[in-house]
């Protein structure tokens, strides 16, 4: 069964440092998709992602936070300078058409520590 | 999207039927009715959806009221490996999926 694979699997950064955290979709999928979970809290929303445009975003996705698709299989999440509080789960899901009639499809996630 | 409430935890013995709740009271005519679960941080797992028929897959089964108000998923023969938080989610417009804190959902042997 096809699945959603990221890497890495456990990302440690100094505070101020770029990351980049990655993510293979399903192969015919084209709607892409990060959350993230902050130990103890809710899974948040951060981006969807479409035809290589971003189509909805939250708020914590501000400026300091960016995803591209950069060949055909790989998607990205770039934290440009990390703060402390980025620490969390970071979750990259995708599905075949956006909108309510189809489920989304998560990666096992990437735990990304900040010190 | 509707907002959705859930107990925060519940158990089941192991080999009985799992039925867990998610009321919905305010869900318009266009929401689908998602469950996802979570094993212990690791991602979102789909369960199931529905919109207004009742739903089985290899999974599990949805149970979703003739009002649409309330839903019920069922794990026929819960497992130790069942053990997740279950979250219900009311999925309308837009891409985004909003997570509550869903049941925890202790199997007991």
């Known amino acids: 069964e096809p699945e959603v694979t990221q890497t890495p699997s456990h990302q440690v950064t100094q505070m101020g440092q770029e990351v980049i955290l990655r993510c293979v979709p399903i192969?015919?999928?084209?709607?892409f998709y990060w959350y993230r979970q902050i130990l103890g809290q809710k899974v948040e929303f951060l981006v969807s992602f479409y035809n290589n445009e971003i189509s909805e975003k939250s708020e914590i996705f501000d400026d300091q936070f960016s995803v591209e698709r950069p060949d055909g299989s790989n998607f990205t999440l770039k934290i440009r300078s990390t703060k402390l509080e980025d620490s969390a789960m970071y979750f990259c899901?995708?599905?075949?058409?956006?909108?309510?009639?189809?489920?989304?499809?998560f990666g096992p996630g990437t735990r990304l520590t900040v010190l | 999207d509707a907002k959705t409430t859930q107990p925060p935890s519940m158990d089941c013995a192991e080999g009985r039927a799992a039925n867990l709740p998610c009321n919905h009271s305010?869900?318009?005519?266009?929401?689908?009715v998602y469950w996802y679960r979570q094993i212990h941080s690791q991602g979102p797992q789909y369960i199931i959806h529905?919109?207004?028929n009742n739903e089985t897959n290899e999974m599990a089964s949805l149970i979703i009221t003739e009002d649409r108000k309330s839903s019920t998923l069922i794990l026929p023969h819960a497992t130790l490996r069942d053990t997740a938080v279950y979250y219900c989610i009311v999925h309308n417009a837009g891409n985004m999926l909003t997570f509550g804190g869903g049941t925890r959902l202790m199997v007991k042997p």
């Open positions: 192969s015919n999928h084209l709607y």
């Open positions: 899901a995708s599905n075949l058409s956006g909108g309510p009639s189809k489920s989304q499809y």
């Open positions: 305010t869900i318009s005519g266009n929401e689908y």
């Open positions: 529905g919109l207004k």
